[in-house]
């Protein structure tokens, strides 16, 4: 499945109610005095973090977000019903920003709840107003209006293990055959110019854009891709055996990785050597021996073969289960 990881919308708050003038009425009693209730609070807005990776596409079509008015004040002194709160749902690892004053909440952990508007104050009824010397006051407030902000959502994607690579290494075709993800696949550089997204055993696998020399610096799809590199667990790093230059592919992609952040070279990693099918037993000895220098595990795996994509889903999951980062 394509992910959404970027998307802007409107919020409101709820005004406030407003205020009433009312007139408390009583039998053999001319005047009992005022009895304008207050308006009620507007409902607030509030983001709240979810383990669904898909919920910014549902709300790609949603243009305003709000949330519900405060009702006027009535008589017998009773105050209006607050609005409703609107709470909206995004995936863990966001970051909402506030494009008129620039704040920035970050959501870390299932659950968590951060206000991002405030509802308006309710308005005040003629009782409020009543004193000795205004025993019949006619003055009442209406409700604040809410507050309203246009938001920018950017997804920092957490997954258990990303596919990284030059493009057309594979990792698409090997995202299908561990997951059966069906992210999109052609012979061609940058299929994947959205990060694509599988479980395996309830571990969840993400399929990064290709990555190319000077990504660091926003070449290619840049740090698009980087930005997402930053919060999975393991790399998975995959190296076509098409490549003449298996050392400098992974130099390559190891480069650019600590240009952008050095943290991410210290990752756990594991490297896969993707259609083996294509080449003889002593290309891929020689591809096995050169990059085992790195000190990382070699797997070589065959799409074709689904011996070879166990191993390499029973590496993973071993690997995932003991928390390595």
Known sequence: MALIDEITFEARAGDGGAGVVRWRHEKN????????????????????????????????SVKIFRAGRGADG???????KAGDDCTIDLPIGSIIRNLSTGRT????????VSKILHGGSGGLGNEYFKASTNVKPEQSTGG????????????????????VGLPNAGKSTLLNALTNA??????????????????????????????????A????????????????????HVISLEHERMMEAYRTIRDELTKFDPALALKDELIVLSKADLVDD?????????LEKTG?????????????????????????????A
């Open 182 to 215: 069906r992210a999109k696949v052609g012979a061609y550089a940058f299929t994947t110019l959205d990060p694509h997204l599988g479980a395996i055993h309830g571990y969840i696998l993400a399929d990064l854009p290709g990555l190319i020399e000077g990504a």
């Open 144 to 163: 604040q209006a809410g507050e309203q902000a246009m938001f920018e959502v950017e997804l920092d994607l957490i997954a258990d293990a990303g596919l």
């Open 296 to 324: 990382r595990t070699v797997i070589e795996v065959s799409v074709l073969d689904d011996a070879s994509t166990k191993r390499l889903a029973d590496e993973l999951l071993r690997r995932l289960a003991v928390g390595r």
């Open 105 to 112: 909440i970050e959501l870390l952990e299932e659950g968590q």
């Open 29 to 60: 009693k001319e005047f009992a005095g005022a009895a304008g209730g207050n308006g009620g609070q507007g409902g607030d807005v509030y983001v709240r973090a979810v383990r669904d990776v898909n919920v910014l596409a549902r709300h790609k």
């Open 282 to 290: 002593a290309r891929l000895a020689r591809a096995r021996q050169e």
């Open 217 to 236: 610096e926003g070449k290619g799809l840049g740090t698009k891709f980087l930005r997402h590199v930053k919060r999975t667990r393991m790399l998975v």
């Open 74 to 80: 009535a008589n017998w002194s009773r105050q209006g």
